[in-house]
């Protein structure tokens, strides 16, 4: 027999890969979650048909939102997660002792659950004990705050279903109000590549231009989504994500990164002639 | 109807492509030559059912394939290029007027006539007076020159098949004697990501530091190449691609670029840990 889950990363351009066996899959009130054990990638996980994240590569994506916004500032005490069921992102941002404190809020307590049964590799660190988790909508939650983070990581899945208003005008907007005075913004910001996930890129820069002095765009490497070539959004009140890079204290830490290192750091923001032309656009 | 061109990047996973309408098919002496017209990428070229190009993405490998070595040393005059039928890696080359002698060298005589025909995006500047081509092997072309060139490209297949010499030992040590003093050797160099190809950069990249006292691998975001992360070394006897970069001097050409510009060079060298640890294992 063979098994084999393909994902459609265009209406033209279709990813497959060879399933060993499909390890749970729900349909929560919010999506549909699938975990699945593969030959090359070990276990993957879905929502809704599109892969969040591989044991192969989850790495790459993790390094990348948490470790740029804390290299640029090593002061970072409280941080929100809005998204990252998985634990990933929580996993990472852990490993410093200088954080205080990592609210995470998920709208989808089931992808949790899930994740600490089907995932330990990313969701180990849900139990530490800075670790707040709450189960509701992000945007509500973030409505109501105001200086009040260090750092906001929006870990979310694509603008379409429930990660849509992630992308709004108005989340960005509070965004900004609920940062403190130096408080820093990342967030997945899509791919360059097809002009479905180009599209939704250049919206979600432009609006977040509207509200930080500072807004960049940094990529990365990640093979087993659209492309392979994916954005990270920087946006800041105050800091500059390369000019303003403390590579010497972070490097100081001696934190063991498989994909993440400060002279990458400063790379991923040098961004192809294409992309710097649709960002300015 | 539909028609679906599909590709193992591994046994386990499958990169699939709508095709609108194949253009050409034909068996070679040395491979399998076919074009197709697609939805999402153009036309697109494969040899023996690797995608070689297409025209939404090729301006990527070329822009780096030329324009890194090319912004290193601005006094190189004669270019050997060893593979490149498609003459995209010409066409990149004819835009400097500094250069006097492009002298390419395939096997395949019939990828040349083929892409003449098929694929006039690339193959435009064949013509170039100072272009010579040569149809025959280039491992045996580069075993008697000594001394003799700026620049040598290795713009080759896998190492499957006719690209096979293209990546040996004896190989390199024929491109280390025929380039001059201060010569550049440029090729693509696989991709880290897939274990399949992992192993082949690997060893590449050991053979060629046996020869070159300068040995780098650079990266860029080729979609529609196995995994996306897709590597070129730049080996030379004299000059570092990141401290010798002139990017005064390039920046001062004007040339119009999709992809390279010179903050890019430096960050393509900026390579991920786990990269960083296969290179020096």
Same mark, same amino acid.
């Given at each position: 027999m063979e098994l084999w889950y393909t994902e459609e990363h265009t209406n033209n351009v279709r990813f497959t890969i060879k399933i060993d066996k499909q390890i749970h899959s729900e349909q929560s009130p919010f999506q549909r979650i699938d975990f699945f054990d593969t030959h090359e990638f070990g276990r993957i996980f879905t929502l809704d048909g599109i892969i969040m994240l591989t044991e192969k590569d989850e790495f790459i994506y993790h390094d990348m939102i948490v470790h740029v916004p804390m290299a640029v500032n090593p002061n970072i005490k409280k941080v929100l997660v809005i998204g990252g069921g998985d634990g990933g992102t929580v996993r990472e941002l852990t490993r410093y002792n200088t954080i205080e404190s990592i609210e995470m809020v998920e709208i989808d307590q089931r992808v949790v659950e899930c994740c600490r049964e089907?995932?330990?590799?990313?969701?180990?660190?849900?139990?530490? &004990?800075r670790v707040k988790l709450l189960f509701e909508d992000g945007i509500k939650f973030i409505s109501?705050? $105001?200086? $009040?983070?260090d750092l906001i990581i929006v870990d979310s899945t694509d603008p379409i279903g429930p990660g849509e208003g992630l992308f709004t005008e108005e989340f960005y907007r509070n965004c900004y109000k609920a940062l403190k005075d130096d408080g820093i913004l990342v967030n997945q910001h899509e791919s360059p590549y097809y002009n479905n996930t180009a599209r939704l890129m250049k919206r979600t820069h432009k609006r977040i231009k509207q509200f930080f002095p500072i807004a960049k765009v940094y990529q990365a490497h990640?093979?087993?989504? &659209?492309?392979?070539h994916w954005l990270f959004g920087f946006a800041s009140k105050k800091y500059d994500p390369v000019k303003d890079l403390d590579d010497k204290y972070w490097n100081s830490l001696g934190l063991e990164t498989k994909y993440y290192n400060t002279e990458l750091h400063k790379g991923?923001?040098?961004?192809?002639n294409y992309v710097i032309k649709m960002l300015e656009d």
């Open positions: 089907y995932m330990p590799q990313t969701s180990s660190k849900l139990d530490d &004990a109501n705050k $105001e200086n $009040e983070y990640i093979p087993t989504y &659209a492309s392979g991923a923001f040098a961004l192809p």
